[in-house]
């Protein structure tokens, strides 16, 4: 039981103090250098991100998407105060709650025109620049154990309380005559927030299956069973 666990553990999760979490902040940041450092070889993450704004069912007044820049940023989020607190669910279990500060300027920026298809098809095409930046997070993590569909998972969301700023540049029409739009920046921040808020906050959040050792154990064993006793016996 948890209970059990934490007992011989030796860990109270009302007294126990906060861990800083500096070494696992160093980790993070060596991987996230290593990752910006593999983005700009052939502008691999460029191309990427273009296939994947391509990619799939686009509306069909939006024409075709361009990256124009992408910058992942010089800093790294620090972790901090890793403690253990009771889990909302289920009942007698615990999660794992960590502080996250990043403060940077993540950004991309993309063109693409807005079609407009009245009276006929492509009647007109309006150009559209739009540069969107991550200035800062943060939040509490929480991560638990849950068992779905009898499989164990690690569940990962983010507290309520979090914080998270966008900026974004818009641009519609030709750059001489038309600049940032507010009610575009607007509805781009309120859409990304709402997006945030469905996918990652709590009680939403992403659930990472954890490998099953055994599982694969058994399955191995019995494709050796079928293969010993499938075919023709010898005389």
Known sequence: STTTILNKTFYDIYDHTPESLDWMSVLMAQAIAQYRDDSKVNNRLIKALAEALNGGVRPDWVGHIRVTELNLGEDFPVLSR?????????????????????????MLGIETSVLINWPRPRIAA??????????????????????????????????????????????????????DVPKVTDLITSKLQSFFVDKCVY??????????????????????????????KQQ
């Open 82 to 106: 890793a403690r253990i607190r009771p889990a909302d669910h289920p009942a007698g279990t615990v999660r794992a709650e960590i502080d996250i500060d990043f403060n940077d300027q993540i």
């Open 203 to 232: 009680p939403n959040g992403r659930n990472i299956a954890m490998p099953t050792f055994w599982a694969k154990r058994d399955i191995y064993a019995k494709s050796q069973s079928s293969s010993n006793t499938g075919g023709p």
């Open 126 to 179: 309006l150009p559209v620049s739009l540069v969107l930046s991550v200035i800062k997070f943060q939040a509490t993590i929480t991560m638990q154990f849950n068992t779905i569909d009898g499989q164990q998972h690690i569940s990962i969301s983010t507290l309520p309380d979090f914080n998270l700023e966008f900026g974004v540049q818009s641009l519609l029409g030709a750059r001489t005559k038309l600049e």
